[in-house]
């Protein structure tokens, strides 16, 4: 049986220079907007990435992106990002993510992303950082 996750969520505007044209949001900006969930988990929840490079000497690479499409956000529109850690027992983070416009809660996007955990050295660790490991303990994972 795998733990509990945790969730954060954070409300963004959308920005002119992140619209098409038509006034529709460009769909690569909402990569951009995975990691301002990402940001704001981590805020949350204790788990900095730039800390964690500079405390414990990991980097977290993305090693998998997935991105579903359901609506268009527009100029002018604001967004929840939504962002759900799934816990592992494997040596690696894995967060979905739901994006919702702010107005009516209606569900415009959904995604996945996979990180590893990498040395300064450039090691690809296959067993959970022990920083790691003590956050989730932390975190009743």
């Known amino acids: 049986m795998l733990e509990k996750a945790l969730v954060a969520e954070t409300e ?20 951009k907007y995975f990691e301002d969930g990402r940001e704001a988990f981590g805020e949350k929840f204790n788990l900095n ?16 992106v997935d991105c579903s ?12 990002i939504q962002t759900r850690l799934i816990p592992t027992r494997a040596s690696k983070i894995v967060f979905e993510y739901s994006i919702f416009r702010a107005l009516d809660r209606q ?3 959904t995604g996945k992303t996979t990180q590893v955990f990498v040395s300064r050295e450039g090691e690809l660790f296959y067993t959970v950082p022990e920083f790691y490991a003590n956050w989730k303990q932390k975190m009743g994972l």
């Open 49 to 64: 990435f730039q800390k964690i490079y500079l405390n414990d000497g990991f980097v977290t690479p993305i090693v998998n």
């Open 12 to 31: 963004i505007a959308i920005r002119f220079n992140e619209v098409d044209a038509l006034g529709i949001v460009w769909h690569g900006n909402y990569i």
């Open 69 to 80: 499409y359901k609506q268009s956000l527009k100029y002018g529109d604001r967004a929840i």
């Open 107 to 109: 569900l415009m996007c």
